[in-house]
């Protein structure tokens, strides 16, 4: 593809979308990003990187570090707007230096005004998402719908928070797959020949 290209996938938990947007990456030759992007904003802010992620899509709180806060020795306390601020530069910085793929984190918002952008929302059933979560995790029924629960509440809470706008609702995306219809492999070739049909 000779125009750019930015992938931004939300999921919810269970359903696969980690490992579609590791295939999309594979496929279409782009660079991919979830839990990296904590690395390459604690590289940027020189904040350590166990900041960003106990503060991982997780709603306002206030985190405390060892290492000063942009330099001042008299602040240690880090709150998620802070290192929000940092993370919204470094999805920017990133989005600019290759075509990528990046998984959940409020991409989508951050690059709303970027022509480049196609955001993708993977979701699929309850009992899909449980019976994966088991073999995954090697967690039994209750403990798979405990996770669930909590991953979805949490990364529904952040994104709405950040974006004034609803986690999981189809206008906020170019478009939404259920996972559970074709396997997440299958949906993710359908997926990538989906994204060259409309980027030509």
């Known amino acids: 593809m000779e125009q750019r290209l930015i992938l931004n996938i939300g999921r ?3 359903s696969g979308g980690r490992e579609l947007a590791q295939c999309l990456a594979q496929i279409l030759d782009l660079k991919f990003y979830d ?6 904003a604690s ?3 020189g904040i350590c990187q166990d900041c960003f992620e106990k503060a991982d899509e997780k709603p306002q709180k206030v985190w405390y570090s060892r290492f000063p806060f942009f330099g001042d ?3 240690n306390g880090l709150s998620n707007d802070a290192l929000f601020e940092i993370h919204y530069r470094t999805v920017q910085r990133l989005a600019k230096e290759n075509d990528c793929v990046f998984v959940g984190r409020c991409t ?6 970027d022509p480049a952008c196609l955001n993708i929302f993977v979701h ?6 449980v019976q994966r979560i088991c073999q995954s995790m090697n967690v039994n029924k209750d403990e798979a719908v405990q996770i669930i629960e909590k991953a979805d509440k949490l990364r529904s809470s952040y994104y709405n928070f950040y974006t004034n706008k609803e986690w999981g609702k189809a206008s906020s995306y170019h478009l939404c797959v259920d996972t559970s219809l074709l396997g997440v492999e ?6 990538a020949e989906w994204v060259r049909k409309v980027r030509g």
């Open 186 to 191: 299958k949906t993710a070739g359908w997926v």
């Open 73 to 75: 020795p008299g602040f």
């Open 108 to 113: 989508d918002y951050i690059l709303r005004e």
């Open 43 to 45: 590289k940027d802010s």
């Open 124 to 129: 699929a059933p309850r009992d899909f998402r």
């Open 12 to 14: 919810e938990m269970g």
């Open 35 to 40: 839990k990296e992007l904590m690395h390459e």
